[in-house]
């Protein structure tokens, strides 16, 4: 089951008892529409290994040997990160709705889609250094221009942002969730509770426990191309430049996905409408059109993305 997205992935296991919270998670949050989902390798963390050199091979005549050669890797553990919410409905408004399945089920979905959020924000700016318990972000694994795959836009203001470009797969980005388990995400009903106010007063509820445990494994670290020092007020040619810049340090031509925040993807629709740039242009993608860079590589809308980023040099 390689290269499932987790809703491709949810809908083949378990009977697809993940289905609903994976269908949320990408109705909340397009992030979960595109990413590759994969089984870790064991029930903590995943070891993989990022390979840092290719072999190369020799140029020989006949009755000439050839010098053996190896690639080179390094081991790397990718740890699974916990998040977890909990719904507590009291019982009283569930009992008065009209049909109490959906009115529960709908209160529930509004948890997922703030865990989506949580996630996402996780994904991007988590810092283990502050906070162990979240993931490593991409703004803390990506966060200086000596990385050969950071590209700045040269912005200056005070409101800045970065934009990203992904290339998901099981040998290139992908979420790994532990191993054994339903894609990494569960829904438990723990029934009818007594749940405290803010008083300490009890009051009977139904309550249910939502859970993701995933980390991020890059596997190579080219397929993260990281467009930083984003002015957010106006467009400037010289993130056309950025996007060229970054697009070629991808390792292949195959399809990548570009995320930015809204306000940053306005900027960009703006200068399509306008039909004098020739970086940007619609395409289709999953059926609907979006705006992409080149027509080849789909834009899409993360709003966990800051406009407020800190300067990156």
């Not at 089984?39 to 963390?45: A, D, H, Q, R, V």
């Not at 916990?82 to 109490?100: E, H, N, T, W």
């Not at 162990?132 to 912005?155: C, F, K, M």
């Amino acid at each position: 089951m390689a290269n499932m997205t987790l809703v491709e992935l949810a809908k083949r296991q378990y009977g697809g008892a993940a289905l609903r919270i994976a269908e949320v998670l990408a109705e909340r949050n397009e992030l979960f529409t595109d990413a590759v989902w994969t089984e870790g390798n064991s029930t903590t963390g995943d070891v993989y290994a990022q390979r840092t050199a290719q072999p190369n091979g020799t140029w020989r005549k006949i009755n000439q040997g050839v010098a053996s050669s190896s690639s080179s890797t390094k081991q790397l553990v990718e740890s699974y990160s916990m998040l977890q919410a909990r719904s507590v409905i009291d019982k009283k408004l569930v009992d008065l709705a009209a049909d109490s399945r959906m009115f529960r089920q709908s209160e529930d979905e509004a948890f997922v889609a703030g865990m989506s959020e949580s996630f996402v924000d996780g994904i991007f700016y988590g810092d283990t250094a502050t906070d162990p318990e979240q993931p490593l972000g991409l703004a803390n694994r990506y966060n200086a221009l000596s990385n050969a795959n950071v590209t700045t836009a040269s912005g200056t203001s005070s409101d800045q942002t970065s934009m990203w470009i992904v290339q998901w797969g099981t040998d290139k980005t992908s979420f790994v969730y532990p191993r054994g388990t339903t894609a990494g995400v569960s829904q438990q009903d723990l029934g009818e509770i007594d749940a405290l106010d803010a008083s300490n007063n009890s009051y009977r509820a139904y309550a249910t426990l939502f859970d993701i445990m995933a980390g991020l494994r890059i596997k190579d670290p080219r397929c993260v191309q990281r467009i930083c020092n984003v002015d957010t007020g106006t467009y400037s040619t010289t993130l056309d430049q950025a996007f060229i810049k970054a697009l070629n340090k991808l390792p292949d031509a195959g399809p990548a996905v570009v995320y930015m925040n809204q306000t940053a993807k306005t900027i960009i629709e703006l200068a399509i409408i306008q039909k004098t740039n020739l970086l940007f242009a619609p395409m289709m993608y999953g059926g609907i059109p979006v705006p992409s860079i080149q027509g080849k590589y789909p834009i899409r809308r993360l709003d966990a993305l800051l406009n407020t980023e800190s300067q990156v040099s």
